[in-house]
């Protein structure tokens, strides 16, 4: 029973029997658990009555000090709300899955000739959409291989509607050239359709398709025509051989499995297969959060919720665990327009799927934990090089730019062995001397550290500093004027020839520079963490510098303004298209005259 002041009986007895959705608070009001129940009186009042609840349940049953409910209408109303609520407040003791990324497709516009391409978002009845994909690497592959066989365009319609002759995939056979009418209307749209069939996985359809073309062709003496076909048969034909798993059969579906592991972690692993067209087009595993002492039956059916809710689904999820399923099909079928099937314990085809998914899972779990454990064993060991036993966060700085321009601050994150992407941050330089390293450390960390100076939150446990001793020193100098005397600072300075493995540890915390062995685990997060910390600052600093390119080469030219810049890039597709056209092509530009186009192309040339 709680030991709180909420009198947890007197509350319950006045709880309707209706559906709801509850919410737990603790004593300083957060919420720190939230459930839906059919009966919202039956539902809360088990928590008060059972003896037998999961040590980590009567964990938040003793912190309960206070319990909020809303009424429904349904179950499936409740399950809305619920799913709702735990994504916006994240409770402590509620199952939680951190992927609200939506999936990519491959997109068929609805246009005269159709663009295949790659998206990401809301979907859009006009337009035709496959998937969803697993990654977006599945996805650039599919229209990669639809464009060697179909030659759908893939360009934007700005540079769709403005071309003049033929681009590069035209010149390459991986585009017909719809944009100059090198193809007909019609012999376009059945490539599109071909592309269609091949999306839903019926390969064998398309070939038969094609070939019957293709005999037509040669029976009229077009010869190259029936050798165009031929080339797409073959190129279908070694894409299927290449298919590992192919039922032949049409079927869409999503498989998801759970897998727990045996050595008394608590560590959990959610595997999702995706079947299109029978094909297998990957999977994606997941590893949820606070999901100790739960079963896998409580644990899947959190994931249905947060994954699903909100999200399209196909007509079948097939799963090895039996659920209360009725009022998530109901939520699941008005909200993706058509019916949604969940299948536990299935046979045939369908329990080869499911196996093949449940051993997937188990393979992801060893590794994840096979990583843990290597991480694990690198932060030990950094901990006993620095002396430093406590070191749990670790954030590290980096400077980029090109003799100057456009420079950029990175700081990525490390903490509880696994780098920490969402608390990633960058900053742009400005105000101080091109090139000046130095100066740029020391705003980088003063607008990173100010808030921890005036009372909120709190330093990282080390702060690694990608250069050597001048680095170094500004950015002790940078912490000092903010008044932070504490920091654990590390400089890593890049060795003889900027070799990996000879770098050196630069810091007030050692007597002298040391040089670690080049497979010593300590270096090998140090320099884990410096190269993501590089990177992400190459990354920002080529965005910002390309940005500014664009704008400052036209805005230079006198005589265009916005509007004529945008339009230019706009007919164009960029500055790249702006640079290849001939005066010709840019006097057809809207704005723009003879005289000015020749300036224009003076100007960049």
């Not at 590992?244 to 059969?249: A, C, E, I, N, R």
């Not at 960058?426 to 921890?452: C, H, S, W």
Request: hydrophobic content about 35%; charged content about 25%.
């Amino acid at each position: 029973m709680p030991q709180t002041d909420f009198n947890a009986k007197e509350f319950c007895a006045n709880l309707p029997l209706q559906p709801g959705v509850y919410r737990m608070l603790n004593a300083k009001g957060e919420v720190i658990y939230v459930g839906k129940a059919v009966s919202l009186r039956k539902r809360v009042s088990s928590y008060f009555q059972k003896s037998n609840l999961a040590p980590r349940t009567q964990l938040m049953v003793s912190q309960i000090d206070g319990i909020e409910t809303t009424v429904t209408r349904s179950e499936a109303e409740a399950l809305l709300l619920e799913n709702n609520l735990i994504k916006s407040l994240k409770p402590r003791y509620n199952i939680l899955f951190r992927d609200d990324k939506t999936y990519p497709y491959v997109i068929l516009s609805g246009h005269v000739f159709p663009r295949l391409g790659f998206y990401r978002g809301a979907l859009d009845k006009s337009h035709q959409y496959f998937g969803p994909y697993p990654n977006a690497g599945i996805v650039r592959e599919s229209i990669q291989l639809l464009q060697k066989i179909f030659r759908l365009r893939t360009c934007e319609d700005s540079v769709f509607s403005n071309r003049t002759r033929p681009c590069l995939l035209f010149q390459i056979k991986r585009c017909s050239g719809p944009c100059i009418g090198q193809i007909t209307e019609q012999a376009y749209q059945n490539d599109v359709k071909n592309a269609e069939l091949f999306l839903q996985g019926k390969q064998t359809e398309v070939i038969e398709v094609i070939n019957a073309k293709m005999l037509q062709a040669s029976e009229r003496m077009e010869y190259e025509q029936a050798a165009l076909l031929r080339d797409q048969i073959q190129a279908l034909r070694r894409i299927r051989e290449k298919q590992f798993v192919d039922s032949g059969k049409a079927l869409d579906a999503d498989v998801v499995a759970c897998a727990t592991s045996t050595d008394g972690t608590g560590k959990i692993c959610v595997n999702l297969a995706m079947i299109r067209g029978g094909r297998h087009l990957g999977d994606k595993c997941f590893f949820p959060q606070n999901a100790d002492d739960y079963s896998t039956t409580r644990i899947i059916e959190a994931f249905l919720s947060q994954h699903y809710l909100n999200r399209s689904a196909p007509p079948l999820i097939i799963l090895g665990e039996k659920i209360e399923r009725e009022a998530l099909q109901q939520l699941l079928t008005e909200q993706c327009g058509h019916k949604i099937i969940i299948q536990s314990n299935p046979i045939g085809e369908k329990r080869v799927w499911l196996n093949m998914t449940i051993e997937n899972a188990q393979l992801a779990l060893q590794q994840m934990q096979s990583r843990q454990a290597s991480q694990e064993k690198r932060l030990q060991a950094l901990q006993q090089v620095l002396d430093l036993p406590g070191i749990q966060r670790i954030e590290c700085f980096d400077i980029s730019h090109t003799l100057g321009e456009a420079t950029v601050a990175s700081c990525v994150v490390y903490d509880n062995c696994a780098m920490r992407n969402n608390e990633y941050r960058r900053f742009n330089i400005e105000g101080i001397t091109p090139g000046d390293d130095y100066a740029a450390m020391r705003e980088a960390l003063t607008r990173r550290y100010q808030k921890v100076a005036s009372g909120e939150g709190q330093l990282p446990d080390l702060l690694l500093i990608d250069g050597g001793k001048g680095q170094v020193t500004s950015a002790q100098e940078a912490l000092q004027e903010l008044g932070i005397a504490d920091a654990n600072l590390v400089g890593v300075a890049k060795g003889e020839e900027r070799k990996p493995g000879l770098e050196q540890l630069i810091s007030p915390l050692l007597e002298k520079p040391l040089q670690l062995p080049s497979m010593h685990p300590a270096l090998h997060l140090i320099q884990q963490i410096r190269d993501e910390a590089h990177r992400f600052a190459i990354q920002g600093h080529r965005g910002r510098r390309g940005k500014a390119r664009t704008h400052s080469t036209l805005e230079s030219i006198e005589g265009v303004g916005t509007k004529r810049r945008q339009r230019l890039l706009g007919r164009f597709g960029g500055l790249k298209g702006v640079l290849t056209a001939s005066i010709e092509e840019l006097q057809q530009t809207e704005g723009i005259s003879r005289k000015l186009a020749e300036k224009i192309y003076k100007e960049l040339h």
